[in-house]
């Protein structure tokens, strides 16, 4: 039973971590495309570094919750079997301790090079541009994809989709591509595919089962459930 776990902001958000689309359309208090795009860092890197840096530090105030820990369970359960393939940004999953994962839209706690393409381990601040590590330019950028730009390990997460068997996706509203069509694939190659969400996302191709309610709750128990019937 290959098993692929696509998660978004929902399964973070009792953490403490924000979602991105909130009733009023913004993503704590910025819209997407003055913070998510390299054309708004290339305007104002000033606010693009102050808003990643202020998430960034967010991230130490915060721990995984039960979501994230009953998918490092099931993961002791099942081995390789699982590939967990976040599009967070936060440490929230290996921090809990999934190993088998992939960060398709970056990592806060990494930081990228403009002059040498070095991605470096970043715990800091880059507003005051600091040299990076590897060649000393200073024209470090968040680790993070924006929109406009590839995703990390499409070919890779493509290949998991299309041979799982099951493929569930976990708080995440479906509005971004590719990670949005990723249910279509799987459902066309077999795999059954499961929904849990806290309000059903509203995409083109309906999942086979829809769990509705907190992850801290739905996750758990879908857990429980999986490793029940091994
Ligand atoms: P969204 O903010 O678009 O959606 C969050 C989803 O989580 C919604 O479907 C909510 O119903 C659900 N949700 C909220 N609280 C929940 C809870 N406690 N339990 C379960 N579900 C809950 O976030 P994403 O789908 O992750 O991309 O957004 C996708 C991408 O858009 C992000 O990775 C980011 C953003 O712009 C980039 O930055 C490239």
Redesign the pocket.
Known sequence: MRIVVLT????S??SGVP???GPDGL?EGHR?EDV?TPEAFERDPETVHAFYDARRAALASVSPNA?HRALARLEGGIGDELLVVT???DDLHERAGTRSLVHM?GELRKALCGACGARVPWNGTLADEPPCPACGARMLRPD????GEM?YELERIEQAVISCDMFVA???????YP?AGYVALAAAFGAHTVE????P?EGVVPFDEVRA????E?VPAWVDEVLAHR
């Open positions: 978004g902001a929902g399964i958000a009792e979602t991105f689309r993503w997407v998510a979501a599009q967070n940004v839209h993070v994809v924006w929109f995703p976990i708080g995440t509203s479906g509005e971004v990670a849990l969400n806290l309000a996302s309610g907190l992850a801290t739905v």
